[in-house]
């Protein structure tokens, strides 16, 4: 079993979305690691506010049949691949950030993503519920990255959101 790091965000019906998208993963994976949920603006574009969080899933599947999976979980909550991957409003983005200690291109898919380390919305929950865990290429934790960026300029808000009866 290798843990992935997947990174969740909607800004259109935001809570329907997230929450379907977890339970779609703790039906697959079973227990599920669920980082705090952050309210933050877009980025890259004049659009609606995203809920992001970080889910951690053991998987024996490929990469490239997660990305299938996890495309197929965002088609099925309405995200429009048509629109291309310029920044736009999403139904629903899932990302895989890591997977285990992979380093480079996997199945097509570059690891561990760049946006780790680039945007709040990403590491802040990453570090909240792996920040003792070394990122595959810098080998600094979580934490160690997150303490050493400035991201004053991306406002982020932890908010109270409850999923299948517990607040994350």
């Known amino acids: 079993m290798t843990r992935v790091w997947l990174s969740l965000g909607s800004n259109v019906e935001r809570e329907k979305h997230i929450r379907a998208a977890l339970d779609a993963l703790a039906d697959r994976f079973g227990d ?18 995203f809920l992001n969080l970080v889910v951690g899933i053991d998987t024996d599947l490929p990469v490239r049949a997660l990305v299938e999976w996890l ?5 099925a909550n309405g995200r429009r691949r048509e629109l ?5 409003d999403r139904t629903l983005d899932l990302d895989i950030l890591t997977w285990g200690d992979a380093c480079g291109v996997v199945d097509g898919v570059t690891l561990p993503r760049a946006e780790v380390v680039k945007h709040a919305f990403v590491l802040r929950p990453l570090a909240d519920v792996a920040g003792d865990e070394r990122h595959p290429a810098t080998g600094q934790t979580y934490r160690e990255l997150l303490a050493a960026k400035d991201f004053s300029a991306q406002a982020l808000h ?11």
């Open 32 to 49: 599920i690691i669920i980082s705090p949920v952050y309210d933050s603006a877009s980025v890259g574009f004049d659009g609606s506010p």
């Open 71 to 75: 495309q197929a979980l965002e088609a």
């Open 84 to 88: 291309g991957r310029q920044y736009n």
């Open 158 to 168: 932890a908010i109270p959101f409850t999923w299948r009866g517990r607040t994350l």
